[in-house]
């Protein structure tokens, strides 16, 4: 679509500068919404990998708290397990990928003096097990969150990069080069018109 404007040889000049900013912005736009791809694609592979390690281990940690219950009392498997034996800070910062800033969380694990917060008259060594699988999934869990907004943050950014280049690349250059291409035939056939009305004026003058 030509944009509505006045066919002289400055907006031509204009125009022709405009061109070449929108032609390099969108060079400079795409290569970094490509880079972006590419280093979005690396975290969801690491995210996916993770999460598939997360649930097995998830999993696993299950059927050995299913177990510990099996071989205790219900009482004293709920007694033990209200009791924490480690708390848990997360620190929230920010880091930049592509001058897009995601989280960077910190887990910080203060344990107790006790590692096993109940009487092992009471219960057996499935539930010391259990309770050390349970721990070890904290900071996989806290890793696998950092990833997912990271995911969400990245795509947000992906999408929005991707219809400023859609913009310029189907929009904003067409139409530049379109009316450049308008206003320099204008100026071509005012050039032609100014030439005829020159030499019929000289002929008339040659005449008389």
């Known amino acids: 679509m030509r944009l509505n404007v006045n066919p002289t ?6 125009l ?6 929108a032609t390099r912005g969108h060079k400079l736009l795409k290569d ?17 990998l993770l999460r598939d390690s ?12 299913s177990l510990a219950r099996t071989l205790s009392s219900k009482s004293d ?4 397990f209200q009791i924490p034996s480690v708390s848990v800070e997360i620190d929230c910062d920010v880091k930049t990928v592509m001058n897009v800033p995601i989280p960077k969380l ?9 590692k096993y917060p109940y009487s092992f008259g009471f219960l057996t060594s499935e539930a010391d097990v259990a309770v050390d699988s349970a721990g070890a999934l904290i900071e996989k869990m806290v890793k696998l969150a950092e990833l997912e907004k990271a995911v969400a943050m990245l795509a947000d950014e992906i999408e929005k990069g991707k219809r400023r280049v859609n913009a310029l690349e189907y929009v904003m250059i067409p139409n530049l080069i379109e009316t450049i291409k308008y206003i320099s035939m204008k100026l071509e056939e005012n050039d032609r018109s100014s030439r005829v009305r020159l030499m019929k004026v000289k002929s008339m003058i040659g005449e008389q």
């Open 32 to 48: 970094k919404t490509d880079e972006m791809i590419r280093r979005f694609s690396e975290i969801i592979r690491e995210d996916k």
């Open 77 to 80: 498997i709920e007694l033990a």
């Open 16 to 21: 022709k500068a405009r061109l070449k900013t």
């Open 106 to 114: 910190t887990l910080n694990k203060s344990e107790k003096k006790d």
């Open 54 to 65: 997360l649930e097995t281990e998830i999993s696993e940690t299950l059927k050995k708290f």
């Open 9 to 14: 040889r400055m907006e031509l000049s204009k």
